[in-house]
């Protein structure tokens, strides 16, 4: 898979290499079970037309630009993005810098500078993407900014227990540090990447932590793995008791979350380490 990091300055040089192919839009934070139905979808009409499959995606969240958002909690770096889109069989993921400039373009000119220019023949989304200036244009009026050159197909709502899976309920549900209902709606447990050194969990950037608590966890490097339990502060992951990770998980690894652990009565188990209550 090529990836390509797009912005106003290189638009152009782009345009000019692009070849036809079938898009996939959104921002794909997370690649939930929606976001993969939506490439799948897509996958499959690039196939019928034996043209490459391209995602395009956004970074920073449209949110961090629109609603001026200084915190805003990524689901995954873009590095795991881009590996797990290589994994669905995507050939060029095309990341657009969204600021300013980008935000206030009018639904024709993204249509016709970010689509049409870089070769897509048809475009796959959710049902409730939107794009342009203040998110004028919808799936719904894809086709007709594009002058019928650009054919569509919208993916309707996934839900699970009637409500849309979205990246928005699954950061909810971390934030309240649901981790056992999650793999219902990304289908699989979720994950992030780190750094283990001694009883202290590392997490990469742009993850979000479960909220703070007590939680069964899975530790794997690329030969290893450990079932274990950890406590989780507002920055950082320890193992309960002040334990130590064995050295051979020590370094980078994946943190895979099960459940969160709570007492008799229901409520969050807590345990203090050591180094917490001598703080």
């Known amino acids: 898979m090529k990836t390509i990091y797009l912005n106003k300055e290189n638009l152009a040089a782009y345009q000019v290499l692009a070849s036809s192919n079938v898009m996939?839009?959104?921002?794909?934070?997370?690649?939930?079970?929606g976001h993969v139905k939506?490439?799948?979808?897509?996958?499959?009409?690039?196939?019928?037309?034996?043209?490459?499959?391209?995602v395009m995606s956004f970074f920073p969240h449209p949110k961090t630009v629109i609603e001026g958002k200084t915190c805003f909690h990524y689901l995954m770096p873009q590095s795991e993005k881009e590996k797990r889109l290589c994994d669905l069989g995507v050939d060029i993921f095309y990341l657009v810098e969204f600021d300013k400039f980008f935000a206030g373009l009018s639904?024709?000119?993204?249509?016709?500078?970010?689509?049409?220019?870089?070769?897509?023949i048809h475009a796959v989304a959710g049902y409730d993407f939107s794009y342009g200036s203040r998110g004028a244009g919808n799936m719904e009026t894809l086709k007709h900014n594009s002058g019928g050159r650009i054919d569509v197909t919208t993916v309707e709502k996934v839900e699970y227990k009637g409500k849309k899976i979205s990246s928005t309920r699954i950061r909810q549900q971390l934030l309240e540090?649901?981790?056992?209902?999650l793999p219902n709606l990304i289908g699989h447990s979720y994950e992030l990447t780190?750094?283990?050194?001694?009883?202290?969990?590392?997490?990469?950037?742009?993850y979000t932590l479960p909220a703070p608590g007590h939680y069964e966890v899975v530790l794997n490097n690329k030969k290893n793995s450990l079932r274990t339990e950890v406590v989780v502060n507002e920055k950082s992951?320890?193992?309960t008791s002040n334990k130590q990770i064995p050295s051979w998980?020590?370094?980078?690894l994946t943190i895979v979350w099960n459940r969160q652990i709570k007492d008799q009565t229901g409520e969050v188990f807590y345990e203090y380490t050591r180094n917490e209550s001598s703080a």
């Open 237 to 239: 992951v320890m193992l």
């Open 107 to 120: 639904p024709h000119a993204f249509v016709e500078e970010y689509l049409i220019k870089l070769g897509v």
């Open 194 to 206: 780190g750094v283990c050194t001694g009883c202290i969990l590392t997490p990469d950037s742009n």
């Open 249 to 252: 998980l020590e370094g980078k």
């Open 38 to 54: 939506v490439i799948h979808s897509a996958l499959q009409e690039a196939k019928e037309r034996n043209v490459p499959l391209s």
């Open 177 to 181: 540090g649901n981790v056992e209902e």
């Open 24 to 33: 996939a839009l959104g921002c794909f934070d997370g690649l939930h079970r």
